[in-house]
């Protein structure tokens, strides 16, 4: 195919950029009350990390592994599972309305959405999570160079401490990124508590129709994990595999000689009819 002349390729560019602004006021697809929901791109990136408690530090222009194709960068505190928990509930919360809905709630009742104590030192640690996510920088681009997000995950969060009622807005331009999304079961992660790197793993292969063999080390640093020693890292990792073994998740796992990790798991009904119609096409 010819390149486009340029005046053309500019009404043709113009053209697309419109579709997009539209597509964002679109509300998301509706998802069933026991799921889920967040892109890909996200989920296969270490955005959301593998943090050590205590040690989520402040990070600026940070380039953020990401699988391929994307480019993230970040800055801000680094984000980790607890702060994908928030998100996905915050997501799941707006998904039959427009992105930029304002969405009001008790943070008693969020709390609860989370399976977390609802004293005073959780409500403090959800105004602080909040707060950092609206503080929080991210910039998503395609392998194009189209920008497809830039600013907080969160746009603004209010807080009345006399009616214990939050009002989140989201970032207005993330109904682009939902073109290729993974449905989670919220009770199996919820199920593996505080367990950082069991959630991303879970996280990550859900969006999988077919777990391909990964290194160890591969894994480390798509998670973002802190960990410096690779044969702790391991040992974590094996704790973590077991685990989700342990959950239904994944039916086996085994690392072999070459440090390649192979996960056996039953895909969901969706990803089972992919696997079936990439047969058919082969």
């Known amino acids: 195919m010819s390149p486009l002349d340029p005046p053309i390729q500019k009404r043709f560019d113009c053209l697309i950029e419109r579709v997009r602004e539209e597509q964002k006021k679109l509300p998301f697809a509706n998802w069933a009350e026991d799921l889920r929901a967040a892109p890909n791109e996200i989920l296969r990136s270490a955005l959301f990390g593998v943090v050590r408690p205590g040690r989520r530090t402040y990070v600026e222009d940070m380039e953020i ?87 907080g995950l969160i746009r603004a969060f209010g807080y009345d401490p006399e009616t214990s009622e939050a009002v989140v807005h989201l970032n207005e331009h993330l109904r682009k990124l939902f073109d290729n999304y993974t449905l989670l079961r919220w009770e199996d992660r919820l199920a593996l508590g505080s367990d950082q790197l069991s959630k991303w793993l879970h996280a990550y292969y859900s969006t999988h129709a077919k777990a391909y063999p990964l290194k160890v080390d591969t894994i480390l640093k798509a998670c973002g994990s802190q960990e410096t020693e690779l044969r702790h890292f391991r040992f974590k990792l094996r704790n973590a595999l077991d685990t989700l073994k342990g959950r239904g998740f994944i039916s086996d796992w085994n690392i072999d000689k070459n440090d390649l990790v192979h996960i056996e798991r039953n895909p969901t009904p969706t990803q089972a009819r992919h696997l079936s119609r990439a047969r058919a096409g082969g």
């Open 65 to 151: 592994p990401a699988p391929e194709g994307y480019h993230i960068t970040y800055t801000g505190k680094r984000l980790d599972q607890a702060d994908l928990d928030i998100w996905l509930q915050l997501l799941h919360m707006v998904r039959t309305k427009t992105v930029d809905t304002e969405i009001r709630f008790p943070m008693r009742w969020f709390l609860r959405q989370l399976q977390r104590n609802v004293g005073n030192s959780d409500y403090k640690w959800l105004d602080r999570r909040m707060t950092g996510l609206v503080a929080s920088a991210t910039r998503i681009e395609n392998k194009k160079g189209l920008v497809l997000i830039t600013g």
